[in-house]
């Protein structure tokens, strides 16, 4: 079946810097990417689609500027966390649409001290 | 209101015991309408899809009511196994993004 790529799987990271996660269709060509947010107890938050080639698009309340997103390839979905404060403390999980549905990718726990 | 809505437990039941959960959706225009399954700190995975004739896979059995906007998961003879987070998930027809419903914990005890 379709293979999601996600890492890393963790990362603790300094207030203030940013994080990079990287998320790849491996056996199937990924046109269009989405990214959640999950904290605690609650469910997937979807904060953006991204969009092979073109510019991501964001869910309301979502700041594109603090949240990058590149998808330059067919196969790969970046999201950057910029400056990054203990609030952006969360469970990120991207997922890509396959023939068969919606794969998601195994997710990066990040936390921000 | 949120799009999806869901009991969010938690459950805590018997093995071997059949245990149901319900979800609202508030939009009439969903086309797709499915249950995952997420175990803690993974990522979810599919659990089944929902077809309007309702349908069954194994122990699981699913139903959809596109008049009252409710869809329902029923698990019968509950394993350990079984203890997860269980979503209830929608997209709309032209749309690609799935809109997940806050979860509905489950642990099965022995």
């Known amino acids: 079946g379709a293979v999601v790529s996600q890492h890393p799987s963790r990362v603790i990271c300094k207030s203030g810097t940013s994080v990079k996660i990287e998320c790849r269709s491996l056996?199937?060509?990924?046109?269009?990417m989405f990214w959640y947010r999950q904290f605690p107890k609650q469910s997937l938050m979807l904060m953006a689609t991204s969009n092979e080639g073109s510019k991501a698009t964001y869910e309301q309340g979502v700041e594109k500027d603090k949240f990058l997103i590149n998808h330059a390839s067919l196969t790969l979905s970046t999201l950057t966390v910029t400056s990054a404060h203990p609030e952006d403390s969360s469970f990120y999980i991207c997922?890509?649409?396959?023939?068969?549905?919606?794969?998601f990718g195994s997710g990066t726990r990040l936390t921000v001290v | 209101r949120k799009e999806v809505e869901q009991d969010p437990g938690p459950f805590n039941v018997p093995e071997g015991a059949t245990v149901a959960f319900n979800c609202t959706y508030s939009n009439s225009a969903s086309q797709s309408f499915f249950w995952y399954r997420q175990d803690c700190r993974k990522e979810p995975k599919l659990l089944m899809s929902v077809y309007s004739s309702g349908n069954e896979d194994g122990r699981f059995t699913a139903q959809l009511n596109r008049a009252s906007q409710y869809i329902s998961l029923l698990i019968r003879d509950s394993k350990l196994s079984d203890s997860a987070t269980y979503l209830c998930v929608v997209n709309s027809r032209g749309a690609q993004k799935l809109v997940f419903g806050q979860g509905t914990r489950l642990t099965i005890n022995p």
């Open positions: 056996d199937f060509q990924a046109t269009t």
């Open positions: 997922s890509a649409r396959d023939n068969y549905g919606y794969t």
